[in-house]
T-cell receptor
């Protein structure tokens, strides 16, 4: 199974809402990632979890809160978002290797619209 | 920090024509990866190059890693409409004791049938 799944596929939320994005993989990967992608731009890294511990936070605003409950699951909790946070949110996973030689498997993404 | 520059930003070709996208890094890379993202889709891993001067082929796609391991290219021979999408190169970038991928800005390929 080389699939990364993400739910929901689409999400519309108001600026006062609290919502969560979910990601799951069963490839035995011990690194998981959240990316944000705006239209016609490359994926922009937000967070990296390695062995269920947060290893990289790319100075993401605190209205985004990641969580890694176990080695297969990754969540992104959203609260008090701004309209400029509207984007495609991608989850990815990979093995953990030296010197960063790790191909990443991306999920289909959650298309988020903040109104 | 390390930057990965990719050109061209856009390329429109007639079906059957060849296509090349180029990637350059400001620093030597331990490896470079290529991803394809179809319109409305998500990035899909294509290949990883590790060795200096390495050349790998996947059917009509040829990937090269430069001798100095600072540049790479993807060449598609005789494009087809199924090749449409954005092609990203990505290199590992060290952050503390961890690594992350730094993506180039991508080349959007459109193919006229």
């Amino acid at each position: 199974d080389t699939e990364v799944t993400q739910t929901p596929k689409h999400l519309v939320m108001g600026m006062t809402n609290k919502k969560s994005l979910k990601c799951e993989q069963h490839m035995g990967h011990r690194a998981m990632y959240w990316y944000k992608q705006k239209a016609k731009k490359p994926p922009e890294l937000m967070f990296v979890y390695s062995y269920e511990k947060l290893s990289i936070n790319e100075s993401v605003p605190s209205r985004f809160s990641p969580e890694c409950p176990n080695s297969s699951l990754l969540n992104l909790h959203l609260h008090a978002l701004q309209p400029e946070d509207s984007a495609l949110y991608l989850c990815a996973s990979s093995q953990v290797r030296l010197a960063g030689g790790f191909e990443q498997y991306f999920g289909p993404g959650t298309r988020l619209t903040v109104t | 920090g390390q930057q990965v520059m990719q050109i061209p930003q856009y390329q429109h070709v007639q079906e059957g024509e060849d296509f090349t996208t180029y990637c350059n890094s400001s620093t030597t890379l331990s490896n470079i990866q290529w991803y394809k993202q179809r319109p409305g889709g998500h990035p899909v891993f294509l290949i990883q190059l590790v060795k200096s001067g390495e050349v790998k082929k996947q059917k009509r796609l040829t990937f090269q890693f430069g001798e100095a391991k600072k540049n790479s290219s993807l060449h598609i021979t005789a494009t087809q409409t199924t090749d449409v999408g954005t092609y990203f190169c990505a290199g590992p970038n060290r952050k503390g004791s961890n690594y992350k991928l730094t993506f180039g800005k991508g080349t959007l390929l459109t193919v006229n049938p």
